[in-house]
């Protein structure tokens, strides 16, 4: 058995420990890089500043939208010559979020694929008797109509935001809270992700975490993020 093979074998043998999944969406559910790329540009565009390659954006992603935004200005003023200067990004901040929230809201799934094996994977997870919530970075209200629209929000018994809680992942607050909401102890609720925002947050809360390896991670190879087990596919973990 090679590496990867053993590592989604670790992951599956958790299914036997675990009573309830919560799962990251961005990265794990489903590729919405073209989502971010699209209204990302269309607020540059507004406030006159230079497009951003999606390479750049990629880099960004799992830390929430305000990180995003923040990250992407800082970018984008230097790049057009101007000093990123703490006081300047953050009057330009106000402006740029009131135009990304009303692009995003017009685009949200338009530019996003569900990755493959993940509406078969829920399924599998539920037949199990596995109790699901997602919980992301992303605003609820975001990643409620982006499921709805890609036909995953059935899936879930509920759906935490970045904005649900006080904190936001890599915080384990998030974590802890939806375990008190599903009732579940922590060491038997596991965490599904794709970064090691994900990771953190789940050793943090006394959660076993699987990683999978086709999201962002920030650019960084997500096999050297620290995990009870890391998979390929939203599948090849979960038996039949």
Same mark, same amino acid.
């Given at each position: /058995?090679?590496? $990867?093979?053993?590592?989604?074998?670790?992951?599956?043998?958790?299914?036997?420990?675990? %009573?309830?999944? /919560? *799962?990251?969406?961005?990265?794990?559910?489903?590729?919405?890089?073209?989502?971010?790329?699209?209204?990302?540009?269309?607020?540059?565009? %507004? =406030?006159?500043?230079?497009?951003?390659?999606?390479?750049?954006? @990629?880099? &960004?992603?799992?830390?929430?939208?305000?990180? !995003?935004?923040?990250?992407?200005?800082?970018?984008?003023?230097?790049?057009?010559?101007?000093?990123? $200067?703490? /006081?300047?990004?953050?009057? !330009?901040?106000?402006?740029?979020?009131?135009?990304?929230?009303?692009?995003?809201?017009?685009?949200?799934?338009?530019?996003?694929?569900?990755?493959?094996?993940?509406?078969?994977?829920?399924? &599998? =997870?539920?037949?199990?008797?596995?109790?699901?919530?997602?919980?992301?970075?992303?605003?609820?209200?975001?990643? =409620?109509?982006?499921?709805? @629209? $890609?036909?995953?929000?059935?899936?879930?018994?509920?759906?935490?935001?970045?904005? *649900?809680?006080? &904190?936001?992942?890599?915080?384990?607050?998030? !974590?802890?809270?939806?375990?008190?909401? =599903?009732?579940?102890?922590?060491?038997?609720?596991?965490?599904?992700?794709?970064?090691?925002?994900? @990771?953190?947050?789940?050793? @943090?809360?006394?959660?076993?975490?699987?990683?999978?390896?086709?999201?962002?991670?920030?650019?960084?190879?997500? &096999?050297?993020?620290?995990?009870?087990?890391?998979?390929?596919?939203?599948?090849?973990?979960?038996?039949?």
């Amino acid at each position: /058995m090679n590496h $990867k093979s053993a590592d989604a074998a670790a992951a599956g043998a958790l299914l036997g420990r675990i %009573d309830a999944v /919560m *799962s990251d969406l961005d990265g794990t559910l489903i590729d919405t890089l073209g989502d971010f790329v699209e209204a990302v540009n269309r607020t540059l565009a %507004d =406030l006159h500043l230079p497009a951003i390659a999606p390479e750049e954006i @990629a880099l &960004r992603v799992g830390k929430g939208s305000e990180h !995003l935004l923040h990250s992407v200005l800082n970018w984008a003023l230097a790049q057009s010559g101007q000093a990123p $200067k703490a /006081m300047q990004t953050e009057a !330009l901040f106000a402006q740029a979020w009131a135009r990304y929230q009303h692009h995003y809201e017009t685009i949200n799934g338009q530019h996003a694929t569900v990755y493959p094996g993940v509406r078969e994977g829920l399924a &599998r =997870l539920r037949a199990r008797g596995l109790r699901l919530v997602c919980l992301t970075n992303k605003p609820q209200a975001h990643a =409620l109509a982006l499921l709805q @629209a $890609k036909g995953l929000d059935d899936a879930f018994e509920a759906v935490f935001g970045g904005d *649900s809680f006080a &904190r936001k992942k890599p915080d384990p607050l998030p !974590l802890v809270q939806a375990c008190a909401w =599903l009732g579940t102890a922590p060491a038997r609720t596991l965490m599904l992700g794709d970064s090691s925002n994900d @990771a953190q947050a789940a050793r @943090a809360a006394g959660c076993p975490v699987v990683l999978v390896t086709y999201g962002y991670n920030h650019g960084q190879p997500v &096999r050297e993020v620290g995990a009870d087990g890391h998979v390929d596919g939203f599948t090849q973990w979960l038996p039949h």
